[in-house]
């Protein structure tokens, strides 16, 4: 400390006004410190030169984000038009299995059913499991359902699953997929 107190004083008289700044403290068998960088100060641009730059450049800037909102409006356009294709496609396909109920529950005309209503169950079950499934399925939907129950009771076991599987899908108010 008393040494570091001398030549504070040392400095302060006057003896080494021109070189205060440079005494430093170096330990026993260290490197002296790098003498400190001096800094200089880089002249800022003046307000023109910046302004002049901004208005160089903002045509360009301008531009540059009208291509970008241009390309962002491109790709939910895409979007959009790849969803109302696959819209258009389910309602297709909607219109297509309607179509395809439809023309089924017609089969099956009220004269054939009132035949399959009067015969036997047993005689009518041996008679259905010989026709289309589909034809089947759709004149058993058509009879009472004690009678329908009744003439599946009779019938094969395979058979009478296939024409209520048929029945069950043919019956359903919703779209199948």
Same mark, same amino acid.
């Given at each position: ?37 001096? $800094?200089?100060?880089?002249? @800022?641009?003046? =307000?023109?030169?910046?302004? !002049?730059?901004?208005?160089?450049? &903002?045509? #360009? ?25 696959? $819209?258009?496609?389910?309602? @297709?396909?909607? =219109?297509?299995?309607?179509? !395809?109920?439809?023309?089924?529950? &017609?089969? #099956? ?25 589909? $034809? ?42």
């Amino acid at each position: 400390m008393s040494l570091l107190a001398a030549a504070a004083i040392v400095a302060l008289a006057g003896g080494t006004a021109g070189r205060a700044d440079e005494v430093r403290q170096v330990l026993p068998g260290g490197q002296a410190p790098a003498p400190p960088a001096q $800094l200089v100060r880089e002249k @800022a641009p003046d =307000e023109s030169e910046i302004q !002049r730059f901004c208005s160089n450049i &903002a045509d #360009a800037a301008r531009d540059r984000r009208y291509a970008l909102q241009a390309e962002e409006l491109k790709q939910l356009q895409a979007g959009i038009d790849q969803r109302m294709k696959a $819209l258009e496609d389910k309602r @297709a396909e909607y =219109e297509q299995w309607l179509k !395809r109920r439809e023309v089924f529950l &017609a089969r #099956a005309e009220d004269s054939v059913v009132k035949i399959y209503a009067g015969m036997k169950p047993d005689a009518a079950a041996e008679r259905l499991a010989m026709v289309n499934a589909e $034809l089947a399925a759709a004149i058993l939907m058509k009879l009472d359902a004690r009678k329908a129950g009744v003439i599946l009771n009779e019938m094969d076991q395979k058979a009478a699953a296939t024409l209520t599987g048929i029945m069950a899908s043919a019956a359903r108010r919703v779209d199948p997929s």
